[in-house]
């Protein structure tokens, strides 16, 4: 059912996920357990951002506990029994220290990518009692967008951007739009709402590249996102449009040359040109239209799926995923280009100069859901979790010998998308009307020590009342 179970604990994992949870918690509440079980946490949603907590996952999967195979433990509940879990205590798992992020052996998964408003959806179906999933209960959800629900807390863990994508070169020919590398923003928002026009030697063009700097006229052929991920939200959030079909889509000088068998192909033109998976240009690169396509391309998926990429202010450019020879651009919007620096800005969400980013999130159910987020939860990603807290800045991976907080960092990176602290220095997270409230002894020892819910409450990530 799920894509992975990931780690060294993978096979446990595993084991435990097919005899069923229930039933080990039932065991070790026979056996008189005084400490949770090790929990199965399991992540649903965005697309967007899936590869970089399947990346996040094994990390923090693999961060040594209590030892489930001592003789005082019970290893068919996945219960420590009066094992230590401790931080820093020696004779953890598998011989390592028990660090301060897993106590209890915890273990996530990511079920596949629906897109970040069904996750949310599936959250707070769970949040309040009634969850829509079959035969698991979601623990958080995957978004690349802020969903805005007061029973969730989004906690934002990294930044991306996004800009309008479009061919250079279809096969061996360079596009009309080949040089047209920066789009205003008024002119993007026009584009989606097909009301672009210009006026050149006292001709008038209507949705047409030659507005935009080109040398020959050629339609604008507009691309939309499914509406439930959370690349769409930030586009059309940004661009002021919402439905699946604004009327860029539904524009007929747009799709003058989509023929009767182009319908018999691929469907209906608005129908066709709506609802496309998000991040990617495979679909539209093998329609006879590709060559006057614009769309949008979230910068960190950009860069993991493309190849031969150059950046050459303010856009880059690069071969895609599924596109052939195509040669895909990310535009600039306003001049800007979609780079670390100005999407990743001076830290903790300031000194941001490009027009369209977004925020890459977790979502827990909080205090106010009915069914508030598990401490377990929490302890992987609320605010005071091993995604966000301070103290893994100085805590140590025994087996790596470096911090977590520079693992976790590269693993986002390594994804094509940035921190939220450009010196791996924390900051002041922010507040949320309704915490996600450590109170585990074993969780809220490591998490709720001064060093990451001072006065202050800094951390790495910003954390934002649904």
């Known amino acids: 059912m799920f894509r992975s179970l990931f780690s060294r604990r993978g096979a446990v994992a595993l084991a435990a996920a097919s005899v069923g949870v229930a039933s080990l918690l039932a065991a070790a509440g026979t056996a008189g357990a005084t400490v949770p079980n090790a929990s199965l946490l399991i992540g649903s949603g965005s697309q967007t951002s899936y590869a970089v907590m399947t990346g996040l996952s094994p990390l923090f999967n693999g961060a040594a506990g209590c030892d489930l195979t001592a003789s005082t433990s019970l290893p068919l509940a996945l219960n420590c029994g009066t094992s230590t879990t401790t931080a820093g205590s020696v004779g953890g798992e598998q011989g390592f220290n028990v660090t301060a992020e897993n106590p209890y052996d915890d273990f996530t998964v990511q079920a596949p990518a629906v897109g970040s408003g069904n996750g949310a959806t599936q959250l707070i179906d769970a949040g309040a009692g009634s969850p829509t999933t079959t035969g698991y209960t979601l623990s958080y959800s995957r978004a690349s967008a802020h ?49 672009l026009n210009c006026s050149i030697k006292g001709v008038t063009y ?40 604004p009327a860029g889509i539904t524009c007929s000088v747009c799709e003058a040359g989509w023929t009767p068998a182009d319908v018999t192909a691929d469907g209906p033109a608005t129908a066709a040109h709506s609802n496309l998976f998000e991040n990617q240009m495979a679909t539209i690169a093998g329609r006879p239209d590709a060559k006057n396509a614009i769309y949008f391309f979230s910068l960190g998926r950009f860069t993991t799926t493309c190849t031969k990429i150059k950046y050459k202010a303010p856009a880059s450019s690069g071969v895609c995923a ?39 999130y977790n979502l827990y159910n909080n205090s106010s859901a009915t069914v508030p987020a598990s401490q377990a939860t929490l302890n992987f990603v609320g605010e005071n979790g091993f995604l966000c807290k301070s103290s893994t800045a100085t805590d140590i991976d ?39 409230t450590i109170t585990d002894a074993g969780y809220a020892a490591n998490d709720n020590n001064a060093g990451n819910t001072g006065a202050t409450g800094n951390g790495f990530c910003l954390v934002t009342n649904g």
């Open 206 to 245: 209507n949705m047409d590249w030659i507005c935009l700097g080109a040398k020959t006229s050629s339609p604008i052929d507009v691309y939309d996102a499914q509406t439930g991920s959370g690349t769409y939200s930030s586009w059309s959030g940004a661009l002021g449009y919402t439905g699946a079909s």
């Open 398 to 436: 025994s087996q790596t010998g470096v911090s977590y907080r520079s693992e976790i960092e590269s693993v986002i990176k390594a994804n094509g998308f940035f921190p939220l602290d450009v010196s791996g220095s924390p900051f002041a997270e922010g507040s949320a009307t309704y915490p996600g």
């Open 322 to 360: 599924g596109t052939g020879t195509n040669v895909t651009t990310l535009g600039g919007i306003n001049g800007i280009g979609a780079t670390q620096t100005t999407v990743q800005g001076t830290g903790g969400g300031g000194g941001v100069t490009f027009p369209v980013t977004r925020g890459l």
């Open 147 to 195: 969903k805005g629900n007061t029973t969730d807390n989004d906690v934002q863990f990294a930044t991306d951007g996004v800009s309008w994508s479009t061919f250079s070169k279809v096969g061996s020919t360079a596009t009309v739009q080949a040089k047209v590398t920066n789009i205003t923003l008024t002119n993007l928002v026009a584009i989606w709402l097909g009301t």
